[in-house]
């Protein structure tokens, strides 16, 4: 499409056409009779079709050969899981649901949940201490993290099963002494198998929460405390209110692989014979040498306790991205009905499913519709401006 010059000015000729075909405004001097106009011969209302125009997409051939190599390799370890009859699958389904596997998969969550709470409401009271103006109480903090990160998991449970050697009782008494005792008992009642691995594990597990939390707290602008403390907020309020919400975006990620983790770490007390998923695993293929499909059936049930845990993940840092960001992600659910309108508006002419969000969204224009609105407005406004 060719261009005509209207003061100085490069325009289109579906422009120039409307401001030549405008009727004249009142008390407006008439255009000067050696301005150009454009070639009697050329249609100035012709418009382009861009839906008849052919779109070439990119080809990525790097993209798509990795991808073609990705599918080639899982086809080919799919195919062994159904063709090599050593994975005893009838194995894996006989005990993949029998009661000690249960059993143990109860003690495995029991034991990751009472940690798990310990650990960060007691790393949530470290990660204060290591902020405090306090020279003490920081200092404190900061050797209890050195202390228990420094020390491997499985010799802290050992020695909290085994801390009834060094003291054989515990109480309350006179300080320094052993002649008095108001209150004293066994210390092999007070910490049994189960004691140990959750005094293990939880204490264990504070040293790395309290820096996650540290790590979120400092996160947070400076000026949101000092605001805050200027209106006069109490600085109880300020943590739990303003501080920590704003910090959970940055903790959130970090505290659910430390949760993961912890899991999984779980199966280290089969040292102090509990019986959880990887302890009942062993006994039985111990029993039956039937190693690799009892090993599958503890893979499988730590894949399942994990994806559960990742979609709370998911949906927990959707909860506090609220706010931070203008539209919130979407859902696995709502990317799959939006994969499925594409693909079904690919196809043909038939209307897609629904929008994602099932709001009242306007639809989107046609493109030749929206160039057509874009030339109508500034062939208006250039008009309006005196061409």
Do not use: C
């Not at 499985?154 to 008095?180: A, C, E, K, R």
């Not at 939390?213 to 949101?224: A, F």
């Not at 019986?275 to 893979?299: C, G, H, K, T, W």
């Amino acid at each position: 499409m060719t261009d005509t010059v209207v003061n100085s000015h490069v325009v289109p000729h579906t422009v120039a056409a409307s401001v030549r075909e405008a009727p004249a405004q009142p008390g407006t001097a008439p255009a000067p009779s050696g301005a150009p106009s454009a070639p009697a011969n050329v249609n100035t209302r012709r418009k382009v079709d861009l839906g008849a125009v052919k779109v070439v997409h990119t080809r990525h051939w790097w993209r798509w050969t990795i991808a073609a190599i990705i599918i080639f390799v899982l086809a080919q370890f799919v195919w062994s899981l159904f063709t090599n009859d050593r994975y005893m699958w009838d194995t894996f389904g006989q005990y993949f649901f029998s009661e000690p596997v249960l059993i143990g998969i109860g003690y495995t969550l029991s034991i990751t949940a009472i940690s798990a709470i310990i650990g960060f409401v007691l790393g949530t009271v470290i990660a204060l201490g290591r902020l405090s103006k306090s020279p003490l109480l920081s200092a404190a903090a900061w050797g209890y993290i050195w202390f228990f990160r420094s020390v491997p998991l499985v010799v802290q449970i050992i020695v909290w099963y085994n801390l009834g050697y060094l003291y054989p009782t515990l109480g309350l008494g006179t300080p320094f002494t052993t002649d008095f005792w108001i209150v004293e008992f066994p210390t092999v009642q007070l910490i049994s198998a189960f004691a140990a691995a959750i005094l293990g594990l939880g204490l264990h597990q504070a040293a790395y929460s309290a820096e996650i939390i540290r790590g979120g707290l400092i996160s947070v602008d400076q000026g949101q405390q000092e605001a805050a403390a200027a209106l006069g907020i109490p600085a109880s309020t300020r943590l739990f209110r303003i501080i920590l919400p704003q910090a959970m975006r940055s903790i959130i990620p970090n505290a659910t692989n430390e949760v993961i983790g912890l899991v999984k770490g779980a199966s280290v007390v089969f040292v102090i014979a509990i019986p959880e998923l990887f302890y009942a695993v062993q006994v039985i293929y111990n029993r039956n040498s039937r190693v690799i499909p009892l090993l599958l059936v503890a893979v499988v049930w730590y894949t399942i306790i994990t994806t559960i845990l990742s979609i709370a993940q998911y949906y927990i840092e959707r909860h506090y991205a609220r706010g931070s960001v203008r539209t919130l992600p979407p859902t696995p659910l709502q990317r799959a009905r939006g994969w499925i309108g594409i693909q079904w508006a690919r196809l043909g002419d038939a209307p897609a499913p629904p929008p994602l969000s099932g709001g009242d969204a306007a639809p989107a224009a046609d493109p030749a519709t929206r160039r057509d609105t874009t030339i109508a407005t500034t062939a208006t406004a250039k008009n309006e401006g005196g061409l």
